[in-house]
Nanobody, 120 residues
């Protein structure tokens, strides 16, 4: 079982940058598919970005394409989200998600989230 802890959130002005980290413990993330989600007040949780096990396949929601970059360092057991050109509409709690696929089914794990606020 893997435990996930996000960090790096905070208050930033529009146009600024933040780098989120998702540190895993209890298990290596090599075999996990990893995602960043976000949830703004009053809105549904939204998938922001996806990265496969070795980082060779990436996905971004249209709203963040060209501004955000997801990456992972399996040697450090950590996933990242580099966020540039931030907009007020990026304000949300950002959550780390890990999925282990097995012959017995999928196992999903979540972090507690880190708040990102984009405001002048």
């Amino acid at each position: 079982q893997v435990q996930l802890v996000e960090s790096g959130g905070g208050l930033v002005q529009p146009g600024g940058s933040l780098r989120l980290s998702c540190a895993a413990s209890g298990s290596t993330i090599n075999n996990y598919l990893m995602r960043w989600y976000r949830q703004a007040p009053g809105k549904e949780r939204e998938l922001v970005a996806f990265i496969n096990r070795d980082g060779s396949s990436l996905y971004y929601v249209d709203a963040v394409k060209g501004r955000f970059a997801i990456s992972r360092d399996n040697t450090k057991n950590t996933m990242y989200l580099q966020m540039n050109s931030l907009k007020p509409e990026d304000t949300a709690v950002y959550l780390c998600h890990a999925r282990l696929r097995s012959a017995h089914g999928d196992y999903d794990y979540w972090g507690q989230g880190t708040q990102v606020t984009v405001s002048s």
